[in-house]
């Protein structure tokens, strides 16, 4: 095994002192850095420890592996320090005290530990004092002296500690086991009322989300926004989507087309994030043209959610078709939906891409009939019925209608759509 020790040195200020605050977004970086590796283990209060033996092929090397995570976390809005070594605790040891360190194998490991300071060690501090008596300052200095002297003026543990450290004995990590749904948080430092600033926090939570997802290898259908206030009352703001994504700048997209509809109960001073549904996600093959990339049906979901963002759910909808003859009820209104196949329907003669939500008596105006007749009869089953035949016309400027007439009583003639 090859742990990836990674050392928060500074956590944000509101959240300094708050041991359930800081557990709670340690467990949320868990969840993010399961993006590098299945094997992620929390080291309370500020560390992390991630095994990364399989992953090192996958994102080209220790090095690149080790700057791609702590790139990462500083995206999210953390300082990180990162060291690898073969056993837990040495990875842990080394991130505090020598990051960059990058060992794959144990023979130069007591070398490297060696200049790392006793303070640097998770000891009681009546150990620190009595190691400092005895001019014991860092690990090579324990190591030097004599285990059964050490152990009669020390203690055993600091021998565990060190036998740990140097993967003499085991050293058992338990892994983190990610939640079944991701609710983040995030205290501003400062009320802020306006949309910037508050874009500016989403995107932490959004990036955490995204390494959230992509360990579950899922994708979140609706995003449920919640901006405190002061008081602790909030305005919710939710965000569904047409199909499953996690990318966050797209994300983003539609949070700032929801938020510049939204009118604020206040200034806001905390940010929270909860995503109950996950749906599985199979990212797409990337494109060497970004022509066709463009033109592909990824852009289709992207355009749905910034339409119903934009101008509310109920303004953007799907229509299929329907068995019916009639043509006020050859389609019916659903949720838009992505890749699905409509049912079959009667193939029907042409019609007009605007069709009117009720026929239109026409006036005494001159048409000039082009097609038809197509003879329409049906719904005597409903109380419905419709006898018609229909007609493309022309009027004098070349507008070219769909038009019927009655085929009992007056006969009168009606307008019901425009081809254009």
Not at 360 to 370: D, F, G, N, S, Y
């Amino acid at each position: 095994m090859l742990w990836l020790g990674i050392h928060l040195p500074r956590f944000s200020a509101e959240v300094v002192g708050d041991a359930a605050a800081m557990s709670a977004a340690l467990a949320r970086l868990a969840g993010w850095a399961g993006r590098f590796t299945p094997v992620v283990s929390p080291v309370p209060p500020r560390e992390l420890l991630l095994e990364v033996a399989g992953s090192l092929r996958l994102f080209g090397g220790p090095d690149r592996l080790a700057a791609r995570v702590v790139e990462g976390l500083r995206d999210l809005g953390y300082t990180a320090a990162a060291a690898l070594a073969p056993p837990p605790l040495a990875a842990t040891l080394l991130a505090r005290a020598r990051p960059g360190t990058l060992l794959t194998q144990r023979g130069t490991l007591e070398r490297e530990l060696g200049p790392v300071p006793v303070s640097a060690l998770d000891v009681a501090p009546e150990t620190l004092a009595a190691l400092r008596g005895i001019g014991a300052g860092t690990l090579g200095d324990c190591l030097r002296l004599p285990r059964a002297g050490l152990a009669r003026r020390i203690g055993t543990d600091l021998l565990r500690v060190l036998d740990r450290a140097l993967g003499r004995i085991p050293d058992p990590r338990e892994p983190f086991v990610l939640p079944p749904r991701y609710e983040g948080c995030l205290v501003l430092p400062a009320a802020v009322a306006s949309v910037e600033p508050l874009l500016f926090a989403a995107r932490r939570l959004l990036l955490e989300l995204e390494g959230y997802l992509e360990a579950r290898g899922g994708g979140a259908v609706a995003l449920a926004w919640t901006l405190r206030h002061h008081g602790g009352h909030g305005t919710r703001v939710e965000v569904g989507l047409a199909a499953p994504a996690r990318e966050p700048g797209r994300l983003l997209k539609l949070l700032r087309e929801r938020l510049e509809r939204t009118r604020l109960a206040g200034p806001v001073e905390v940010v929270e994030l909860a995503v109950e549904q996950i749906l599985p996600l199979v990212p797409a093959n990337l494109d060497l043209w970004q022509a066709r990339a463009a033109q592909s049906g990824q852009a289709w979901p992207e355009l749905l959610d910034r339409l119903r963002a934009r101008l509310g759910a109920a303004a953007v909808q799907g229509l299929r078709p329907a068995a019916d003859h009639r043509p006020e009820r050859a389609f019916v209104r659903t949720e838009p939906s992505l890749g699905e196949q409509p049912a079959p329907s009667p193939a029907p003669g042409p019609r007009p891409l605007w069709l009117l939500s009720a026929p239109m008596a026409l006036p005494a105006r001159r048409l000039t009939l082009v097609a038809g007749p197509e003879r329409i009869e049906s719904g005597w089953w409903d109380g419905a019925d419709v006898q018609r035949d229909y007609f493309v016309a022309e009027d004098r400027g070349g507008l070219r209608l769909w038009v019927f007439r009655e085929r009992g009583g007056e006969r009168h003639w009606f307008l019901h759509g425009i081809f254009g």
